[in-house]
């Protein structure tokens, strides 16, 4: 069963930092990993896919990148804004016919002014 | 663009009281699901719908019913509702198995079983 974990669980930084937040996942059989963001009360919107074919992905200031061998994946926030805050979640497809989703346990971002 | 689209927003329920959450995508993706999403629990799936016409279950499917009723719609029953399916419900839709298949969350619903 895939499992997903996300390191570390909560980070609090001043505006401006680069930071890293960090995904890993234990069955390197994935189609892609996704990348989401949830603000307080709200639903995920999708950040950034990352096919299994493909090393790095980027979208503005975010960029993801991917290791299959290893099992992990990196998303890269530049320059970080308050309006960066909210909590960002990994997920992998399930292997099968469902493809359904299997999310880490996020890691909340607070970016201080 | 709509996207995915749940009704309704927030819900209280009595204990044994049975509701319908609806959701519908625009996208005229081949799958959808429901997952839940609870304090400490994360994200699980309850349901879901590789194509129209089929319904599987998932991580958490007691308690629950689903019925995709065409492309376009896949809703969640809950037919005698319990404290412990106070949750925030999830919609989403995708294509299916594929590299680009990027999947699609609705706004969520707020259920509060009292």
């Known amino acids: 069963k895939q499992e997903v974990t996300q390191i570390p669980a909560a980070l609090s930084v001043p505006e401006g930092e680069n930071l890293v937040l960090n995904c890993s996942f234990t069955?390197?059989?994935?189609?892609?990993l996704q990348w989401f963001r949830q603000d307080p009360g709200k639903g995920l919107t999708s950040l950034l896919l990352i096919q299994s074919s493909q090393r790095e992905q980027t979208s503005g200031r975010l960029n993801a990148s991917l290791d299959k061998s290893s099992g992990r994946s990196t998303l890269y926030i530049a320059a970080s804004q308050p309006g960066d805050s909210a909590t960002y979640l990994c997920?992998?497809?399930?292997?099968?016919?469902?493809?359904?989703?299997?999310f880490g346990g996020g890691t909340r971002l607070m970016v201080k002014p | 663009n709509a996207g995915v689209t749940q009704t309704p927003k927030f819900q209280v329920l009595k204990t044994g009281q049975s509701m319908t959450l609806q959701c519908a995508q625009d996208m005229n993706h081949n799958s959808m699901y429901w997952y839940r999403q609870d304090p400490g629990m994360g994200l699980r799936l309850i349901y879901y719908?590789?194509?129209?016409?089929t319904t599987d279950k998932g991580e958490v499917p007691n308690g629950y019913n689903v019925s995709r009723l065409n492309k376009r719609e896949f809703s969640l029953r809950l037919e005698s509702a319990a404290p412990s399916q106070t949750s925030v419900y999830f919609c989403a839709s995708n294509w299916g198995p594929g590299q680009n298949t990027e999947a699609f969350f609705g706004q969520g619903t707020r259920l509060t079983v009292v």
């Open positions: 719908s590789a194509s129209e016409g």
């Open positions: 069955d390197s059989a994935i189609y892609n």
């Open positions: 997920a992998v497809p399930q292997n099968n016919a469902g493809n359904m989703l299997t």
